[in-house]
């Protein structure tokens, strides 16, 4: 009894006959194809007709690439601006700090010019901070009695005259400015000699010469320096420049406005000169005793 497939199911050459043929009719149109290039054109024509379906495939893929991208790259540039604005800031900083000291240092040679043109004594002393009292003009020096600092003693910069030492503490030193009300300086004109004292301005910011007769030989631009004569302050340091002279015929002075020629506004470091007190003129016995005389109330 045989066993074999239905006739339904009868395949005819069997499945190893028809690889065998396959094959060696694959192998021989590889053959040929290598040396006649017999199916070059099919495959273009076959690539050409494919392209479409290749890139409807590929599209999604595509686009996923390039989203991702696009918040990379966004991303980058965002971290880089971010990188280069911190840069910014800080090379801004640095070219300010530079100029600072650029700007400090010149000052500072300055003031050593200044210390040996005057040829006194003088201390490097720092502002600390201006006076808040709106009614007087006053400064605070980082350095006091323990340095060596004496009431009445001149403060310049390396322009000219900035104040006097109205006031010393231990570690501290008060400065009244050359525009504060109270302040008096004696001075003379550079161009003719001319002599008489300076006084705290009304306007702020300004110096009168007062006293000054009305047709006094004045006019605007000249410059006023210390006089020296009260044995204080040196001779010939720089005060003010005259800006403004006004006379009237119905007044015996004339009103003499002045601006001063040191930074009176714009102090960072100056000079503390040593007042020799050997030539301070002595003062006169009725001024003496007004000044007694308080003394002796005290002790009563």
Known sequence: MEYGPPPLFNQGVSARARLAFFSF???????????????????????????????????PRDVIDRVGDYFTTVGSLTRENEQLKR??????????????????NERLRKLLGARERVGNTARLAQALYESRDRFSR??????????????????????????????????????TLLTDKDQTIPVQVLRNGLRGVAFGGVEPGTLDLRFMASNADLVNGDTVVTSGID??????????????????????F????????????????????????????????EERKRENEPRKAGRK
């Open 254 to 285: 004339a009103r003499v406005v002045m601006t001063p020629a040191a930074g009176v506004q714009s102090f960072t470091h100056l000079l503390v000169l040593t007042v020799d007190r050997s030539q301070v003129p002595p003062k006169p016995a």
């Open 25 to 59: 009719l694959a192998i021989a149109l590889i053959v040929v194809d290598s040396r006649a290039k017999l199916l070059e054109t099919v495959r273009l024509g076959v690539g050409v007709v494919m392209y479409p379906v290749q890139r409807a495939l590929l599209f």
């Open 138 to 175: 006053k400064l605070v020096l980082d350095i006091g009695s323990n340095a060596g600092l004496e009431v009445g003693s001149p403060v310049i910069d390396d322009v000219g005259v900035v104040g006097q030492v109205t006031r010393v503490f231990p570690l501290t030193a008060e400065v």
């Open 231 to 252: 044995g204080v302050y040196p001779a010939g340091l720089a005060v003010a420049t005259v800006t403004r002279v006004e006379r009237n015929a119905k007044d015996q």
């Open 87 to 104: 840069d910014s800031v800080e090379r801004a900083q640095a070219v300010q700090q530079t100029q600072a000291l650029i700007a400090e």
